[in-house]
């Protein structure tokens, strides 16, 4: 070995069309140390490694999104494949591992034809080996080899067979060819001709007819051979069925049935939001109870300082306000993996695309648009898969309506006011209204932008879904785990210091200038002189001050400058509205030892600073919840909106739109339900 | 001439040509809709709109718009 190898460590990326075991052989790889990385200016993601120690071999792996054909077809396709030509941080690739899925073989041998006609070193990763197997096939990989020109090596994904002969060959192709002479790829399948992708799928069909052996005749007779004299009969008859998985077919008459897929899919949707509920309820009563006793101890221990009531107020009862909802997004990551890697998403999508394109949406708008009831982030990047411009910035569009897992600690906190705490299910049936209003109401609004489609979204395209129904499987649990745990952390990590950072800001704004106030406390009770202080300190407050300048907008809904400064607050991020709730009525030193009950008790409390109405009514509080199911406040997500329509317009349209939206109908929900006798 | 999108369901036949007019013809050859290739109409979802076919021992879902574009022998 060389000293510029010990300086340079190679680069191998690993190519494939989707399904074809690529992610599976890249996990076998790495190990579990692997990182995520997004491709530079966009959000495309990869994930890189070292090859794990083990295998005694010193090289970097990339593994790239799934393709189908050199030829780019979206938005997505079009970085993905630019990169393997050149990714701008890793650079170009030394050695290109495509993985083909031999019980796919003439479909997934396009990619890899193509890799090695542009002139991709290439070795070939045969997977689903066990599956040919037992349709009573297999491939030659000699035969392949010598056919490609290329190396090939069968590996499986499950016990890592073949693993080590794999990397034994990319030792050879690294390891004794000098790293100055990388070859330089050129594009030749941009706009590939009809012709041409005939040609290829011409060599490919008369190589898959020398390379497939049946097991029963081996070593005799090749398949071809056995073709050769049917071929007259049917011309297309070729080793075994040429019918999909048979389990698949079964169950599909079920979940694509005309009469019943529907129902099911339904059923199906109906599950996932009543868990996210109810499965992740006694888990956030856990973090409750958890921070509700920390915010206690550190308060009794640093007792009535500035710095005790920072930590305990600021930082540990306001981040545990939204860590509170941690179990429902790790839920919903979770059945969305499962849903995903067994196979039913794809066909999800199937169902639903003919009502979504009369709206001007996609089938494929349908994942995105449920990743929205996680978070609005990752659901705007998976809106990457539609290849059609309008349909994906339509998506874009109205995602931020989907009703996020952000909302629900502020639906909690709301539904939890207007319901009494033994009727349970009855904030549950709230919350199913929510959600069906929220997403009829998103609909309703992408109808109509679609109709305004030339000003507002202004892309016309050709509009397509095409889309392969993969073959039913048990979901790796192990696998949806981790990508599950992985979502949240990266949750974590994104939203946390925005989170924190605020929650102490809004602490600073609620508790400075008049830290503490001279007022006569004679005569009162020590809890009553504690009240008595805090109030006075919040009403000369700095957020007093800014609150009283949204006094004239709050007015009309019901509000004082209270509510005002948390809604300013939940601009950033909606969950800390209920933290900023939390701090401005400073709910901590109750003998309360639960955050939720005790800003319940303050706000059945809270009278209106201007009119001395109580401040939380039945009207005031619906129209609170039509605010946010419409409204346009997280920061991140008009960060993330702009930078994947690619400028200010959309997001800028969303903000106007959403919240002048929400703005009017909670006045008319205020004002409507005050004239019909609610309080 | 017969299309794609006028099989009924179980009923399998032959592709004979790909309409390279169409905007989605490069896509839908990618995914192995080639002539010479044998496809059944497997679904469709309740709306009768995509169709969901089998080819080459897999299922593709494609608009039934996109299905005119497959002409059969």
Redesign the interface.
Same mark, same amino acid.
């Given at each position: 070995m060389n000293d510029s190898l010990v300086e340079k460590a190679q680069l191998i990326t690993l190519v494939g069309p989707p399904n074809s075991g690529k992610t599976t052989l890249f996990n076998l790889l790495s190990g579990k140390n692997f990182k995520t990385v997004n491709y530079p200016g966009s959000t495309v993601e990869y994930s890189t490694c070292k090859i794990q120690a083990k295998f005694g071999l010193t090289a970097d792996i990339l593994d790239s999104p799934g393709i189908?054909?050199l030829?780019p077809?979206s938005p997505d396709e079009l970085v993905s494949i630019n990169s393997l030509y050149h990714h701008p941080q890793f650079g170009s690739p030394h050695l290109v591992i495509a993985t083909v899925d031999v !019980?796919?073989l003439?479909?997934h041998l396009?990619l890899s034809k193509q890799l090695i006609e542009s002139g991709f070193e290439v070795i070939v990763a045969l997977t689903m080996n066990d599956i040919l197997l037992k349709r009573g096939y297999k491939v030659d990989e000699n035969k392949l080899s010598e056919a490609l020109g290329c190396t090939v090596v069968s590996i499986n994904g499950r016990t890592g067979a073949g693993v080590e002969k794999l990397l034994s060959c990319v030792r050879n192709k690294i390891e004794f060819e000098n790293s100055d002479q990388i070859k330089t790829p050129k594009k030749v399948f941009d706009?590939?001709s009809?012709e041409k992708?005939?040609n290829i799928?011409k060599e490919i069909?008369e190589i898959e007819n020398q390379v497939i052996q049946s097991i029963a005749d081996e070593g005799t007779t090749n398949i071809n051979s056995a073709n050769q004299q049917l071929k007259i009969l049917n011309?297309?008859l070729k080793y075994g !069925?040429?019918?999909?998985d048979a389990l698949?077919?079964k169950i599909?008459k079920y979940l694509?049935?005309?009469?019943w897929?529907?129902v099911f899919f339904f059923l199906i949707m109906a599950f996932i939001f009543t868990s996210i509920f109810w499965i992740a309820d006694p888990f956030m009563g856990l973090v409750d109870e958890l921070f509700g006793s920390l915010s206690a101890l550190t308060s009794s221990y640093f007792g009535a300082t500035w710095y005790g009531d920072l930590i305990s107020d600021g930082i540990i009862n306001g981040t545990g306000s939204v860590l509170i909802f941690l179990p429902q997004i790790l839920i919903l990551f979770l059945i969305l993996g499962l849903l995903e890697d067994t196979g039913y998403l794809?066909r999800g999508a199937?169902?639903?695309?003919?009502?979504l !394109?009369k709206i001007g949406l996609n089938?494929k708008s349908f994942v995105p648009m449920l990743s929205g009831f996680a978070c609005s982030i990752p659901a705007m990047l998976a809106a990457r898969t539609i290849s059609n411009r309008r349909e994906r910035l339509l998506t874009i569009f109205i995602i931020p309506l989907m009703s996020c897992s952000a909302r629900l600690p502020v639906y909690a906190l709301l539904l939890g006011f207007l319901t009494p705490s033994d009727k349970l299910w009855l904030a549950g049936l709230g919350l199913a209204v929510i959600y069906i209003g929220s997403i009829i109401g998103s609909l309703v609004v992408a109808a109509v932008i679609n109709k305004f489609n030339k000003s507002i979204i202004k892309a016309e395209d050709?509009s397509?879904?095409?889309?392969?129904?993969?073959?039913y499987r048990l979901p790796k649990a192990k696998v949806v785990l981790r990508n599950s745990f992985e979502n949240v952390k990266q949750y974590i990590y994104k939203a946390g210091p925005i989170i924190l950072g605020l929650s102490i800001a809004i602490w600073f704004l609620t508790y400075f200038p008049n830290h503490s106030p001279q007022i006569n406390t004679n005569g009162l009770s020590k809890n009553e002189a504690v009240q008595l202080i805090k109030s006075e300190r919040l009403s000369t407050s700095y957020a007093a001050d800014l609150g009283k300048l949204v006094q004239p907008i709050m007015s009309p809904i019901g509000m004082d400058w209270r509510v005002g400064v948390s809604l300013i607050a939940a601009f950033a991020a909606r969950e800390v509205f209920v933290s900023s709730l939390a701090m401005i009525f400073r709910v901590t030193d109750d003998e309360d030892d639960n955050i939720q009950s005790s800003i319940l008790y303050a706000m059945h409390n809270a009278k209106n600073e201007e009119t001395g109405k109580p401040l939380f009514t039945v009207s005031t509080i619906i129209g609170l919840i039509v605010f946010f199911i419409f409204a346009m406040q997280c920061l991140s997500t008009v960060a993330v909106s702009k930078k994947e329509t690619g400028g200010w317009r959309i997001p800028i349209l969303q903000i106007i739109i959403f919240t002048s939206t929400a703005y009017i109908l909670t006045i008319i929900t205020v004002n409507l339900l005050k004239l019909a006798g609610f309080s | 001439m017969k299309t794609a999108s006028e099989l009924n369901f179980g009923e399998k036949a032959?592709i004979s040509d790909?309409d @390279?007019s169409h905007?989605?013809?490069?896509?839908?050859?990618?995914?192995?809709f080639?002539?010479?290739?044998?496809i059944e109409l497997? @679904?469709?979802?309740?709306? @009768?709109?995509?169709l969901?076919f089998?080819l080459?021992?897999?299922?593709?879902?494609?608009?039934r718009h996109?299905a005119d574009c497959i002409i059969l022998s």
């Open positions: 189908i054909s030829n077809n !019980s796919q003439s479909r396009l706009n590939i009809k992708l005939l799928y069909e011309p297309t !069925s040429n019918r999909p698949t077919l599909d694509l049935s005309r009469r897929g529907l794809a199937m169902l639903i695309d003919k009502p !394109s089938g050709n397509s879904f095409i889309l392969e129904l993969p073959a | 032959i790909i @390279n905007p989605s013809f490069r896509r839908i050859l990618e995914i192995g080639t002539p010479g290739q044998e497997i @679904n469709s979802s309740a709306f @009768n709109d995509p969901a089998s080459r021992g897999t299922l593709i879902a494609i608009r996109e």
